[in-house]
């Protein structure tokens, strides 16, 4: 009997001291940070940023001792790219009282931000996709996602290849066109464009070839590719299939090892951007990625998911140990340095139009003999042009 009192105290114990996203425990002084990130949907599933959050948080936790001696503690909750999952999935992490909340890739974040707006919960992200995370007064990007990624590769095909013809293929989801895409038109028309074919096709075509045979038709400079990171690999291939001679840029969604694996051939020369420092960069914040993460194919999902929890470990390092406290430190950044990435400045004036994005600036990769070059060797930022769309 007293063997199996003995037994049953282990494992209370035991079950008191794990970590991880379990329910919020009355008894201890961790800091908790809510994470909304989509997973297992039809539209894309991005687990990798939600697995290196995690390892961040072990990483602050077992080595560097916490926040000023507290624990971090992650609350995940999964989206399916719907908008009422990604509402419950708000409403779900109120409880567990975070003082933020993570945002991974969730497609169907504008259905969440209006409740952090309402409850004061700073919503952090370094991967926005579009719309209201780009401008909701709760959401404050580290990175500009798919924004900055545009707008460093125009600027950099504007100014440096001096395009006069442009393609693109894009996924077709509600409100790309209206937000992005038109606005890129806008843009290029102003800065001397004179040929734009832009064309949607649905994130799981049985077949990309005739999507980008209709954006390429006209023999362009350059293919803009605005799709996750599954789609990327069976466009590159579709590409290659029809002999297109346009220098083709991907997204920072698909600056990943296993997209140009899954490519093979069709991946050589390909461009890309990226919010982070490339891969094989001797930075010690790029190697405690790698070593905390332990990925065999790295990606800048994975480098954004990590990036963001050390981010905000540094800021809640200030005392920041409520949401109020955590805007206010946010508020305050002026040139704060970012893990793996440019300086960032949340002054909600960064990028004309797009409140939220603390942080425009990217680097060009292209893939070149297996691994990802760095093409210009420093960060560039299209945020200027911008202001041509008014």
């Known amino acids: 009997m007293k063997r199996l009192a003995v037994i049953v105290l282990l494992a209370l114990v035991a079950a008191a001291c794990s970590g991880g996203g379990g329910a919020g425990r009355k008894d201890d002084n961790a800091i908790v940070l809510g994470m909304v990130n989509q997973e297992d949907a039809p539209i894309g599933s991005f687990p990798e940023a939600r697995e290196a959050a995690e390892a961040a948080v072990a990483h602050v936790n077992e080595d560097l001792g916490g926040v000023n001696g507290r624990p971090l503690r992650l609350q995940v909750c999964k989206t399916t790219g719907t908008p009422e999952s990604s509402a419950a999935c708000a409403n779900s992490l109120l409880a567990k009282r975070p003082v933020a909340v993570l945002g991974g ?22 991967t926005p996709a579009l719309g209201e995370e780009l401008t909701s007064p709760a959401a404050w990007m580290l990175a500009g996602g798919a924004v900055a990624d545009l707008l460093g590769q125009a600027d950099y095909a504007l100014g440096t290849l001096k395009v006069k013809k442009v393609g693109g293929v894009y996924v077709d989801l509600p409100g790309v066109l209206s937000t992005v895409l038109s606005a890129a038109e806008v843009v290029l028309r102003g800065k001397g464009v004179t040929d734009i074919k832009l064309i949607p096709a649905k994130a799981d075509a049985a077949d990309f070839a005739p999507a980008v045979k209709a954006a390429t038709a006209a023999t362009p400079d350059v293919l803009f590719v605005l799709f996750p990171a599954r789609s990327c690999a069976r466009i590159m291939s579709a590409a290659r299939s029809l002999n297109v001679k346009a220098k083709a840029f991907y997204p920072s969604a698909c600056a990943s090892q296993a997209v140009v694996d899954a490519a093979g051939a069709a991946a050589e020369n390909a461009y890309f951007t990226s919010a982070f420092l490339p891969f094989d960069d001797p930075s010690p914040e790029v190697a405690t990625w790698k070593a905390e993460v332990r990925a065999t194919k790295p990606n800048a999902l994975s480098q954004a998911g990590f990036a963001v929890v050390m981010d905000v470990y540094s800021l809640l390092q200030n005392g920041a140990d409520t949401p109020a406290a955590v805007i206010t430190e946010l508020k305050a950044t002026m040139g704060r340095p970012g893990f793996m990435a440019h300086e960032y400045t949340c002054d909600r004036r960064q990028v004309s139009l797009l409140a939220a994005v603390c942080n425009p600036y990217v680097r060009l990769l292209q893939y070149k003999g297996g691994r990802f070059v760095d093409l210009t060797g420093a960060w560039a930022s299209g945020a200027d042009l911008v202001k041509l769309f008014g």
């Open 105 to 126: 890739v969730d497609l169907g974040a504008a259905a969440s931000l209006p409740v952090f707006e309402k409850a004061g919960i700073p919503y952090v992200g370094a």
